[in-house]
């Protein structure tokens, strides 16, 4: 091995994690656990868009102080070349080894000032691109085009970025979202922060997503409880979550008489605890990659019903860990939860055998793990 080799392998590998920001979100907590993960043998610094939302300050607690290029609104105003230039300068200066952009603005900026400073670049492609329109997807293929490397999370976003974008097949990998399950168990254990409804011991749902986008499709749980109540059952739901399209929901709840057992929580900050008071979980999206709610409701061991959308069925083995059930069909669901009401068994089953395959596949030692193999692998060839 050649000097210069030898050095770079003792050196500490230089890695940069950009995000848009730290809002809670799936792809936000995974930055984290990458934060508090990777070993001592990397240099890691953090950069965002935006130094804003609540786990900025697990990031802070962490030592990380991230530089910040903000793009102060829209793509197209000139402000954004500049803050590529400034991207690539400081990645110059810093010597930077390699970046991994971990979100769609985040790619705009990272992959041309990478392509500008000499760094390498992994792109992570983390869901179907369903929220962009023609031309945005159009942009962030060719990007994707021009990284080092690409991580999907799930094995569905990897046959989408092969089939219909072109990508290489050995320039993508992919790595499953990871969840820290001692962190998990212990918030299960340390209780609710806040109260929740009283449901005098009848059965419980809970969906956990945002209501910002109607791809999440609230509307279908709601009727599917709907139809579960005209079927003589007693079932309560709690929504956690919120967004512009809560009153919306509220209004649809109240008119199909659902005031009484769908209880809407807002944001909380408890959320394996409130699983841990659930019979079961439910996702009904119409797009998803992997979804970090459908791994903390099987972490807490709950039998989870979701849509056969993206990575939920690589999650929820139908009839072995969970249900699973055609998007845009509150019958199927009714069905589904019809299912799990008549045999409790059935579901503790299922719920014990979801949380075995996080424990044994979606690990935070796994995440780690896959990532380092792949950093190491792009930015040094080892």
Not at 83 to 112: G, K
Not at 328 to 357: H, I, K, S, V, Y
Request: charged share 25%.
């Amino acid at each position: 091995m050649r000097r210069e080799e030898v050095r770079m392998a003792e050196e500490p590998l230089r890695l940069v994690q950009f995000t848009k920001s730290f809002h809670i979100g799936g792809t936000e907590v995974q930055v984290l656990e990458l934060l508090r993960g990777l070993p001592p043998s990397y240099r890691v610094q953090l950069a965002v868009l935006q130094d804003q939302g609540p786990l900025m300050e697990s990031v802070l607690k962490l030592g990380f102080s991230p530089e910040v290029f903000p793009l102060h609104g829209s793509l197209a105003r000139p402000n954004s070349a500049l803050q590529v230039l400034r991207l690539a300068r400081w990645f110059h200066t810093q010597r930077v080894e390699l970046v991994h952009a971990h979100d769609f603005y985040s790619t705009m900026l990272v992959v041309p000032a990478a392509k500008m400073a000499g760094t390498k670049v992994i792109v992570g492609r983390l869901d179907l691109a369903h929220w962009h329109g023609a031309a945005r997807r159009a942009l962030l293929r060719s990007l994707t085009l021009m990284a080092d490397h690409v991580v999907g999370n799930a094995e569905a976003i990897r046959r989408m970025l092969v089939e219909e974008e072109g990508l290489p097949p050995e320039r993508v990998s992919v790595i499953p979202n990871g969840l820290d399950l001692t962190r998990f168990h212990a918030r299960m254990r340390e209780g609710l922060k806040a109260p929740l409804p009283d449901t005098r011991g009848a059965p419980v749902v809970v969906h956990v997503a945002n209501m910002n986008h109607p791809v999440k499709r609230q509307e279908d749980l709601l009727r599917a409880l709907a139809m579960v109540r005209l079927k003589g059952q007693t079932l309560h739901a709690f929504l956690v979550g919120d967004g512009p399209r809560r009153a919306e929901l509220e209004q649809l709840a109240g008119s199909l008489g659902l005031t009484d057992t769908v209880h809407f929580l807002g944001h909380r900050a408890d959320v394996p605890a409130v699983y841990a008071r659930a019979d079961f979980g439910v996702l009904c999206s119409t797009a998803e990659g992997m979804s970090n709610a459908v791994m903390e409701g099987m972490a807490a061991g709950l039998p989870m019903v979701v849509t056969r959308v993206g990575g939920n069925p690589e999650l929820v083995a139908d009839g072995v860990r969970g249900l699973v059930v055609p998007p845009l069909r509150p019958q199927a669901m009714t069905e589904a939860f019809c299912t799990l009401l008549a045999d409790r068994e059935l579901g503790r089953r299922m719920g014990a055998e979801a949380r075995a395959f996080v424990e044994r596949e979606l690990s935070l030692e796994r995440l780690v793990r896959r990532h380092d193999v792949l950093y190491r692998r792009v930015a040094r060839g080892g």
